[in-house]
């Protein structure tokens, strides 16, 4: 995997993917999808994100306060959808599923072998973990597999209809 | 405009589409674009975005904690930048790109007839508002224009390239 430069992480993450998360627990990683995240700072790059307190992964995120988002293209849809019809607590999804863990830089949860983009993360804020299960990360590292050159993302509509990526436009934006 | 039920406002949001914002602030109305949103919470709908500091918005949303989120289709790509490049100091945008503003049903903030969607918000929590320019909305009231029947929405990856929705799949899935 080629490193991501922090500056560039946001336009990762801006057009809103399916991702999925991954934490750590008792030595063991479980990995869950997620839609509920957004930007929230160019640089150092932070995310806010939506972790259901329902999910397995709550826990591990509250405690260990360390995860990695990992953001699949296309053709991981139907393992992407199977991670989120399985419960952590019972299965070994990496396995089962068909996912690879390897080893993260800076944090203890797995980056995901076969997602395009993994971004390893640090909780920085939980203020509103309580009220909203609303956690805000820090990227400490990002990095990106060279050999998917252009990878098309999903987003969730609801009840397993997704939108995949179609064309690019570009316009002359002074935006970043 | 047709009224969207509030328990299935989320699959407007979820997917990750450029939005605008409109606040209104002394008796004027302002439109800025965002990209950085995401849902909270099903029912009742809360959103949690990112205004920046520096966007004229932002005294807006922070002092009447109201705002409108419209939903434009590719379309409007060229007025969404538009939006995006222009200061709402110095301009009427609305007037100025070619925008309607129309009355909303329970906040102040104007809809935008263009927009196939429209969400009428307040602000519910700001405890992250002075580190992150943070806010967390619900949504009160939803609106959809029913003569847009396919809307193709953008998602932007940084300085004016926008992906446009491409195909639909549909896979089993157990989450809402």
Redesign the interface.
């Known amino acids: 995997m080629q490193e991501v430069p922090l500056p560039?992480v946001?336009?990762l993450l801006?057009?809103?993917?399916v991702v999925l998360l991954t934490t750590t627990d008792r030595g063991r990683a479980n990995v869950m999808?997620m839609?509920?995240?957004?930007?929230?700072?160019f640089t150092p790059p932070?995310i806010?994100?939506?972790v259901s307190e329902g999910d397995y992964s709550f826990q591990a995120l509250r405690k260990h306060r360390e995860c990695v988002i990992a953001i699949p293209a296309?053709e991981l849809?139907?393992k992407v959808?199977a991670v989120?019809?399985t419960h952590g607590r019972d299965t070994d999804k990496f396995a089962a599923i068909g996912l690879t863990p390897v080893p993260a830089s800076k944090v203890a949860p797995p980056l995901v072998q076969e997602c395009f983009a993994n971004l390893e993360c640090r909780v920085i804020?939980t203020?509103?973990v309580n009220?909203?299960?609303?956690f805000?990360l820090e990227v400490v590292a990002a990095w990106r597999d060279p050999k998917q050159k252009a990878p098309?993302?999903?987003?969730?509509?609801?009840?397993?209809?997704?939108?995949?990526?179609?064309?690019?436009?570009?316009?002359?934006?002074?935006?970043?």
């Open positions: 560039e946001y336009q801006e057009p809103g993917p999808t839609s509920w995240h957004m930007m929230v700072e932070l806010a994100c939506v296309v849809a139907e959808v989120g019809n804020d203020r509103l009220r909203f299960n609303l805000v098309r993302t999903i987003h969730h509509r609801g009840y397993g209809r997704f939108t995949v990526d179609g064309e690019t436009i570009t316009l002359a934006s002074k935006m970043p």
